[in-house]
Each structure stands twice: as structure tokens, then as C-alpha cells.
Nanobody
Framework: QVQLVESGGGLVQPGGSLRLSCTAS????????TGWYRQAAGKQRDLIAS???????NYDDSVKGRFTISRDNAKNTVYLQMNSLKPEDTAVYFC?????????????WGQGTQVTVSS
């Protein structure tokens, strides 16, 4: 059984930082591309950062320069370091994994973790 378990969400003030973690089980993690999506209330779920099996990263313009995605294959974990957080970053953040960046959306998902940026 495949599981992706996120952690690290919470309430933070504007300008603050959080680090999200997502630990996978039931898959050969190093063979999977991974990504972080977010979904704000009433909006669609969007890909904001991805990292493939070679460690190549991509970011949505809305988070470029502020967020960093990384992975530790030995720990079956992908991270999202979020700095300079803004109120518009408030959303549920989801971890995703699959054989490639192009197809991972139809594969494995975590349960989501809430991030709230507010003073």
C-alpha cells in the first residue's frame, strides 16, 4: 500500500518560514518524481514545485525565489522550504509522486497539510 504523509504545516506570520515534509512508503521513492501542489479555498489545485529523479527542479512563478523543493532518497522524503511567506500562500499543500512529472498527478497523493499565513 502506497502512502504519502505530509507534515510541517501550521500558522505563520507574513514574512515567516515553514518547512513541509512528505515521507513515502510502499514505493521505490528514488524512481519517482515528486511535487508539491496547493489548493486555496474555492480554487483549483496547482503544481507549485517539482523535482524529478535526477534532482532537476521547477517552480511556479508565484513561489520562485521563495520556496525550495528538495529530496532525500535515503529517507524517502521530499521537502518544501517556504520562506518570505505571504497571506496569498495560505492553502492546503499536497505532496504528489509518480513515475514522471508529466504523469504524477494521476498517481499518489498525500492527505494535505494546512498552511495559514496571517498576522
Amino acid at each position: 500500500q502506497v502512502q504519502l504523509v505530509e507534515s510541517g504545516g501550521g500558522l505563520v506570520q507574513p514574512g515567516g518560514s515553514l518547512r513541509l515534509s512528505c515521507t513515502a512508503s510502499g514505493i521505490i521513492f528514488r524512481r519517482h518524481a515528486t511535487g508539491w501542489y496547493r489548493q486555496a479555498a474555492g480554487k483549483q489545485r496547482d503544481l507549485i514545485a517539482s523535482i524529478d529523479t535526477d534532482g532537476i527542479t521547477n517552480y511556479d512563478d508565484s513561489v520562485k525565489g521563495r520556496f525550495t523543493i528538495s529530496r532525500d532518497n535515503a529517507k524517502n522524503t521530499v521537502y518544501l522550504q517556504m520562506n518570505s511567506l505571504k497571506p496569498e500562500d495560505t492553502a492546503v499543500y499536497f505532496c504528489n509522486a509518480g513515475p514522471s512529472i508529466a504523469t504524477m498527478r494521476i498517481h499518489y497523493w498525500g492527505q494535505g497539510t494546512q498552511v495559514t499565513v496571517s498576522s
